[in-house]
Each structure stands twice: as C-alpha cells, then as structure tokens.
C-alpha cells in the first residue's frame, strides 16, 4: 500500500510554455501533499505543502504565481509550471501524508522536466 | 541554518561489509527521524524510521541507532549488496508537524 505516482515521467517544453505536473495517491487519501525539487546530486527542497481543498501553503522564495499548485481532491495534486525558463529544469518530487501512518511521507517517483 | 547535517557525502564499501551514516540534527523538538533510499531518477523511498521512545531499530539489515541526548542518529546497513548503491536521505521532523528536513544525503556505493 501507500504507493504515489507522479505524470509524466519526464518531459522537455520550450521556454515561455506552462507544464503540469500530476500527482496521485493510488490506494489511499491524501490529506495533505508535498511538492520538492531537487538538483542534480543534491537534497530535496521542500517548495510547498498543499492541503485537500484549500490553497498551498508555499515556502519562503517559491514564486507562487510561477508554480501553481492544486490539490481538488484527496487523490490528486497538481503542480503548474508557468512560463518556464531554462532555470526551472529540475527533478519535481511530490509526496503524500497517509492519515493511517501519520506522519509518514510517501514520495511519488518523481518528473524530469528540461526547458530548453 | 541547516537543521539536519548528514555525513559523509560519499561512501565506498566493500561488499558484506557495513555501511553507516551519521546524521545530527538541532531542533530537540523533533521526534520522527525516517531514512530514505533514492536511486538516480527515482523518488526516494522510505526504508527506516524511529522516535525517540526507543534507541534502536532494526529491520531486516538495516538498523538505526538513535541517541536523544547527542541529538544525533545514525543508519547501519549490514552484510551491504551492490544492489545497496543508492543515495541516502535522513530526516527529522515533528511528528505532528507537517516539514521534514533532509539531510544533504550519502551517495553510497558497494563495490563486489
């Protein structure tokens, strides 16, 4: 159980278009749902934290406009990438909060994205 | 500030030998520390956590040590398998809160 699967996989858009990016809990009810982005070789930075039905709390230098987040239902969050620039290639990592576990995170496989 | 420091960066092991990394953090209130295993291109999966109520986890060949009073936790990795080589993420967080800090990770690689 607790198994979190992100789409696409990996994806490569031009500069100046908009990317989303899906996250889904496949077996159970996210309450809550994390958004990182990680660099090449380096930790996940948390970018925001969004909650079922209410808007995204977003971390301190996370451009909100730019990375619109939206989490509809208990299952799916989606992370929007707006106008994006070739500094916005990166590896998205969601997670989602099990309320069965608690406190335990559960990370999706993560999304490519290159802007070229 | 960083509230988790994790060490080494890297780390070469021999085949059926042990693998330990070393994690301290600063906010004494945390009391959720996980383990996470990231291979290239994939999401980090959760391998170990422990609270505070106990000093030692083990499960399977993975086992953490955990001393409250250091505010430090470590992760041993025994008899390491190839299929071991992957980066290694600690983290802590409050157990009822909602942030986990990382660590800077630990590429490990097991050679045969």
């Known amino acids: 159980g607790a198994v979190v699967s992100q789409h696409p996989s990996r994806v490569i858009c031009k500069s100046g278009t908009s990317v989303k990016i899906e996250c889904r809990s496949l077996d159970f009810q996210a309450t809550t749902m994390f958004w990182y982005r990680q660099f090449p070789k380096q930790s996940l930075m948390l970018m925001a934290t969004?909650?079922?039905?209410?808007?995204?709390?977003?971390e301190q230098g996370v451009e909100k406009d730019k990375f619109l987040i939206n989490h509809a239902s208990l299952t799916l969050s989606t992370l929007t990438v707006t106008s994006a620039h070739p500094e916005d290639s990166s590896f998205y990592i969601c997670?989602?909060?099990?309320?069965?576990?608690?406190?335990?995170?559960?990370f999706g496989p993560g999304t490519r994205l290159t802007v070229l | 500030q960083q509230q988790v420091k994790q060490s080494p960066q890297s780390l070469i092991v021999q085949k059926g030998g042990i693998s330990i990394i070393n994690c301290a953090y600063e906010?004494?209130?945390?009391?959720?520390f996980p383990w996470y295993q990231q291979f290239p291109g994939k999401g980090p999966a959760l391998l170990i956590a422990i609270r505070p109520d106990v000093s030692e986890k083990k499960e399977g060949r993975f086992t953490i040590s955990f001393n409250k009073s250091a505010k430090q936790f470590s992760l041993h990795i025994m008899d390491s398998q190839p299929g071991d080589s992957a980066t290694y993420f600690c983290a802590a967080s409050k157990w009822t809160g909602n942030q986990f800090y990382f660590g800077t990770g630990t590429s490990l690689t097991v050679i045969p």
């Open positions: 969004s909650n079922e039905g209410s808007k995204a709390t977003y």
């Open positions: 906010n004494t209130a945390f009391d959720y």
């Open positions: 997670s989602a909060r099990d309320g069965r576990f608690y406190n335990e995170q559960f």
